[in-house]
Nanobody
Framework: QVQLADSGGGLVQAGGSLRLSCAAS????????MGWFRQAPGKERVFVAG????????DYADSVKGRFTISVDFAKNTVYLQMNSLKTEDTAIYYC????????????????WGQGTQVTVSS
């Protein structure tokens, strides 16, 4: 059974940092495309960042490029999203996801999802 346990969200002031974690079980993250998505109230779920380690490909949404970094600890089978210089518009529920496809941005291409972790950035 595949499980993605995402965590690390919280309340932070604008300009601050948070690191989200996604602990995977039932799959090996180095053989999947791992992505982070976010969904703000009343808005669609959108792609934030993704990585395919096997093909050495990373991708970031323009809105987070240069501020967010996706990384992995293979020994822990855990993917991270380091978020720096946070802005109020980054407030959302963040979801970790896994896909068998080569790096894609469409949420429908992702087969497994975490439960989500709330990130709130105050001004």
């Amino acid at each position: 059974q595949v499980q993605l346990a995402d965590s690390g969200g919280g309340l932070v002031q604008a300009g601050g940092s948070l690191r989200l974690s996604c602990a995977a079980s039932g799959i090996a993250v180095n053989y999947y495309t791992m992505g982070w998505f976010r969904q703000a109230p009343g808005k669609e779920r959108v792609f934030v960042a993704g990585v395919n380690w096997h093909d050495d490909i990373t991708d970031y949404a323009d809105s987070v490029k240069g501020r967010f970094t996706i990384s992995v600890d293979f020994a822990k089978n855990t993917v991270y999203l380091q978020m720096n210089s946070l802005k109020t518009e980054d407030t959302a529920i963040y979801y970790c996801a896994a896909s068998r496809a080569i790096l894609v941005r469409q949420w429908a291409e992702y087969h497994y999802w975490g439960q989500g972790t709330q990130v709130t950035v105050s001004s």
